[in-house]
């Protein structure tokens, strides 16, 4: 008679086991991240995570009523460490590409990284490139943009150089070996426009977003049919955009929408 009791103790035990894990589960998430590409994610001195990926990935877990918990490790193990659960997602400016949906699920964008052209102030560029006929336009070798120029720019006239970094581009721009630069509109803006090399010159024409070359934007990646957290993901995303909350993270760090159309 003293056996119905102890079994019956015995799998209340076990299902309180099981069931405290999955409720600490959805009270925090993991989150991978790559601190080392600023202004999205990078070291402050005192060794805090700052960035605009670190900001949204606060703000989308607040909205979600969750904790935030930061994994943070070198972006080519991001992909891995999801795959084996050592994180349950993955916010670090990862583009939405074809051959990464062969491992992973995205969310929608929380960012779209555009390509641009820039030239010196004034230069009128139409949308259909004419007026780079006969012009030298530097990109990084191997790249989205290297492959855009190939394709729809030398068509035009224009000639491509390519380099293995932008500094080296950005260097040839301004001793005249080149009448234009072409790469990231976030990178460029950093890394040449805002800084003193970069007066008297400015992105010409509209921003270059063919997913066919630029792919679906920046997402958020989860693990394959994990379905109900892109959902959670896209929803907190569309609520901090109707808020205001994502805008105002926009210009903490950006002088233009970081988000696109």
Same mark, same amino acid.
């Given at each position: 008679?003293?056996?119905?009791?102890?079994?019956?103790?015995?799998?209340?035990?076990?299902?309180?086991?099981?069931?405290?894990?999955?409720?600490?589960?959805?009270?925090?998430?993991?989150?991978?991240?790559?601190?080392?590409?600023?202004?999205?994610?990078?070291?402050?001195?005192?060794?805090?995570?700052?960035?605009?990926?670190?900001?949204?990935?606060?703000?989308?877990?607040?909205?979600?009523?969750?904790?935030?918990?930061?994994?943070?490790?070198?972006?080519?193990?991001?992909?891995?460490?999801?795959?084996?659960?050592?994180?349950?997602?993955?916010?670090?400016?990862?583009?939405?590409?074809?051959?990464?949906?062969?491992?992973?699920?995205?969310?929608?964008?929380?960012?779209?990284?555009?390509?641009?052209?820039?030239?010196?102030?004034?230069?009128?560029?139409?949308?259909?490139?004419?007026?780079?006929?006969?012009?030298?336009?530097?990109?990084?070798?191997?790249?989205?943009?290297?492959?855009?120029?190939?394709?729809?720019?030398?068509?035009?006239?224009?000639?491509?150089?390519?380099?293995?970094?932008?500094?080296?581009?950005? !260097? #040839?721009?301004?001793? *005249?070996?080149?009448? $234009?630069?072409? /790469?990231?509109?976030?990178?460029?803006?950093?890394? %040449? !426009? #805002?800084?003193?090399? *970069?007066?008297?010159? $400015?992105?010409? /024409?509209?921003?270059?977003?063919?997913?066919?070359? %630029?792919? #679906?934007?920046?997402?958020?990646?989860?693990?394959?049919?994990?379905?109900?957290?892109?959902?959670?993901?896209?929803?907190?995303?569309?609520?901090?955009?109707?808020?205001?909350?994502?805008?105002?993270?926009?210009?903490?760090?950006?002088?233009?929408?970081?988000?696109?159309?």
């Amino acid at each position: 008679m003293t056996v119905k009791p102890l079994l019956r103790w015995t799998t209340l035990s076990l299902v309180c086991a099981f069931v405290a894990p999955a409720t600490f589960a959805q009270d925090t998430l993991r989150i991978g991240i790559e601190a080392a590409y600023p202004p999205f994610a990078s070291k402050a001195a005192d060794g805090q995570i700052v960035g605009f990926d670190y900001d949204i990935g606060n703000a989308l877990c607040k909205q979600m009523e969750v904790k935030c918990e930061w994994v943070e490790q070198e972006f080519d193990g991001l992909i891995p460490s999801l795959k084996v659960r050592k994180i349950d997602a993955i916010l670090s400016s990862m583009t939405i590409t074809e051959d990464r949906k062969k491992s992973v699920d995205f969310t929608d964008k929380y960012y779209q990284s555009a390509s641009r052209i820039v030239m010196k102030k004034g230069f009128a560029l139409s949308s259909n490139f004419s007026e780079l006929e006969g012009k030298r336009i530097g990109v990084q070798r191997s790249s989205t943009h290297d492959r855009f120029a190939t394709e729809v720019l030398v068509p035009t006239g224009a000639e491509v150089v390519r380099y293995a970094t932008l500094n080296e581009a950005y !260097l #040839d721009l301004l001793a *005249g070996r080149l009448d $234009a630069v072409q /790469g990231d509109d976030v990178a460029v803006q950093l890394g %040449f !426009l #805002d800084t003193d090399n *970069g007066k008297g010159y $400015a992105f010409v /024409g509209e921003p270059l977003r063919d997913p066919k070359y %630029f792919g #679906d934007g920046v997402g958020i990646a989860v693990r394959k049919n994990d379905q109900n957290l892109v959902s959670r993901f896209n929803s907190a995303i569309t609520a901090l955009r109707v808020s205001g909350e994502y805008q105002k993270i926009d210009q903490k760090y950006f002088s233009f929408d970081i988000y696109g159309q």
